[in-house]
């Protein structure tokens, strides 16, 4: 069964690093977001990507906040300059074309910045 | 804009019992209605949506919830629950118009089952 990937499972990093989260969505689907749970809280939606642009984004997916499609099959979210509330579970999802309204979601990749 | 409320944030049930997770939702606009599971160091996976119809929806692992629009509500419902069910539980809801794409979670409800 096709899945959303994401790697690294866990990622730490010291505050004020760049780091990149990476995605590999189910192949054929066209919409692609980014979503975020800080420990303990709800999962937040960042971003939404279509045609090669953002089509949504939240408050919270500020210019620290970039994402990209650098190839046909990679979707990556690059926090620039990490701060300590940055640490949070990250997600990848995908959506296929018209009529496929559910999004499948990656395992996540938990981000700790120290 | 959208929210979700869980008012159960855990949910102990003995193996075998029923169970009810709830979930109500504010929208000015219509929705789409998901719950999701995810299972220990586990991503979300979708367990049953509503998006038109029927107001019963049926899902995998045995689960089914009922839309209720009067009632702004889409609690998911299990006869019987196994030890294979603790999990956390997030309801989620989408705007059904095209181009909007956000999904608005939850806080989650984390069922326990006690064997």
């Known amino acids: 069964e096709p899945e959303v990937t994401q790697t690294p499972s866990h990622q730490v990093t010291q505050m004020g690093q760049e780091v990149i989260l990476r995605c590999v969505p189910i192949?054929?689907?066209?919409?692609f977001y980014w979503y975020r749970q800080i420990l303990g809280q709800k999962v937040e939606f960042l971003v939404s990507f279509y045609n090669n642009e953002i089509s949504e984004k939240s408050e919270i997916f500020d210019d620290q906040f970039s994402v990209e499609r650098p190839d046909g099959s990679n979707f990556t979210l690059k926090i620039r300059s990490t701060k300590l509330e940055d640490s949070a579970m990250y997600f990848c999802?995908?959506?296929?074309?018209?009529?496929?309204?559910?999004?499948?979601f990656g395992q996540g990749t938990r981000l700790t910045v120290v | 804009a959208q929210s979700v409320t869980q008012l159960d944030s855990q949910v102990p049930v003995f193996e075998e019992a029923p169970v009810e997770l709830r979930c109500n939702y504010s929208s000015s606009v219509s929705v789409y209605l998901f719950w999701y599971v995810q299972y220990p160091n586990q991503g979300l996976q979708l367990l049953l949506k509503y998006l038109s119809g029927s107001t019963l929806v049926k899902g995998i692992n045995g689960f089914e919830a009922e839309f209720n629009k009067s009632q702004t509500s889409f609690h998911l419902r299990k006869p019987s629950v196994h030890i294979s069910d603790t999990a956390e539980y997030f309801c989620?809801?989408?705007?059904?118009?095209?181009?909007?794409?956000?999904?608005?979670f939850g806080t989650g409800t984390r069922l326990t089952i006690i064997p």
């Open positions: 999802a995908s959506r296929g074309k018209q009529g496929g309204t559910e999004a499948f």
């Open positions: 192949s054929n689907h066209l919409y």
């Open positions: 989620a809801v989408k705007p059904s118009n095209f181009g909007n794409e956000k999904l608005t």
